[in-house]
């Protein structure tokens, strides 16, 4: 017992001994002296509110933080002499380090000016978000070329920021450029191939060009999975529709129809792409599969019962004649009857911002 209680002495003598070290050690760059200066930019302006850290080398680099006034001055007060490590830090400049030797006792240096760089990894990003900006509100206006050429200046800076290309594809599908507007759009799909917004883009683009097969190949790599609502896609089936595409509309459709059982439109379009086809039966299953889901009292529902009214009635010979068959207005369903669809590449703000 004797041996254990000397034990528990000696050990808590030891700890009394450490936290009285470290009492000291904490303080242990206190003293008379006096360090004061000023910090500027590279331009000689003052820098308020920059954190100035003093930390003592000889007293294992601890010491006081201050910060500089809105003139850029700064004080620390009662300085042990010895060697004094200085960084000094604020918002969009590099930290700036230095180091200061002040005398023992009541010493004094003369005030120091510390001159902080900018960080031109800020600088840049802040004008670069200046131009994606200017460029943004030149869309705005219409203003497509001019967009352009702020987008343009972006890349040239940073060319590693691909996604500003679907920014410029925006510009020249506004412009009814679309071949143009396909290889900005192929440069982000290069780096995210499976991206659907970009994809839909691209297929409308490529139906506006008049390229039925490069389409289906973008309309091929969309993950219907991420899909959420089928309007995408039956944008694109009307845009194929109003080109005498009725492949690429019906592949568009397909998915859609599977994924949502319930929405009325893909039925209805896929109809009209099976009737350009001359597909008549298949027609006829989409449209009494449209009519209980539609609104009664629509115009497409009064054409999907005329339609079907005449594919009843009409023998094989007359059925497969159903691409003059009158549709609302006694228009014949031919390509020069161009349906209606929200637009996709026609339209849209440019909503990229750069990352650091």
Not at 36 to 55: Q, T, W
Not at 277 to 306: T, V
Not at 325 to 350: C, D, H, K, V, Y
């Amino acid at each position: 017992m004797k041996r254990t209680s000397w034990y528990m002495i000696a050990a808590l003598v030891a700890l009394s001994l450490l936290a009285t070290t470290t009492r000291l050690s904490a303080q242990d760059w206190k003293g008379g002296g006096r360090i004061g200066g000023k910090v500027v930019d590279d331009g000689g302006k003052p820098v308020a509110n920059a954190l100035v850290k003093l930390r003592l080398a000889q007293a294992g680099n601890v010491g006081p933080d201050v910060r500089t006034d809105k003139s850029g001055e700064f004080s620390a007060l009662s300085l042990r002499g010895g060697t004094w490590n200085i960084d000094v830090e604020a918002p969009g400049y590099s930290v700036k380090k230095m180091s200061v030797m002040l005398p023992a006792g009541e010493g004094r240096v003369p005030p120091v000016v510390i001159t902080i760089q900018k960080d031109a990894a800020i600088a840049q990003q802040k004008e670069l978000q200046g131009l994606l900006a200017k460029g943004d509100e030149m869309y705005k206006q219409g203003k497509f070329g001019e967009a352009r050429d702020e987008y343009a200046k972006v890349l040239a800076a940073r060319p590693d920021l691909v996604m500003v290309h679907r920014s410029i594809a925006l510009t020249y599908g506004r412009e009814g450029d679309y071949a143009n507007a396909l290889k900005e759009l192929d440069l982000v799909l290069a780096q995210d191939p499976g991206e659907p917004s970009l994809l839909q883009l691209a297929v409308d683009a490529a139906l506006k060009v008049n390229d039925p097969q490069r389409a289906a190949q973008y309309l091929s790599r969309i993950d219907t999975a991420k899909v959420t609502d089928p309007a995408a896609f039956v944008n694109v089936a009307i845009e194929a529709l109003n080109r005498n595409q009725p492949s690429v509309a019906i592949g568009a459709l397909d998915p859609m129809v599977a994924k949502f059982p319930q929405a009325p439109d893909p039925y209805y379009y896929r109809a009209l792409a099976e009737l350009q086809l001359q597909q008549m039966d298949k027609a006829k299953a989409d449209l009494e599969k449209f009519l209980p889901l539609a609104p009664p009292d629509s115009k497409e529902a009064q054409q999907a019962k005329e339609m079907l009214a005449q594919i009843k009635q009409a023998n094989d010979a007359s059925a497969r004649n159903l691409a003059a068959f009158p549709l609302s207005g006694g228009q014949p369903f031919n390509n020069s009857r161009n349906l209606t669809a929200r637009p996709a590449i026609t339209a849209g703000e440019p909503a990229f911002q750069p990352r650091r």
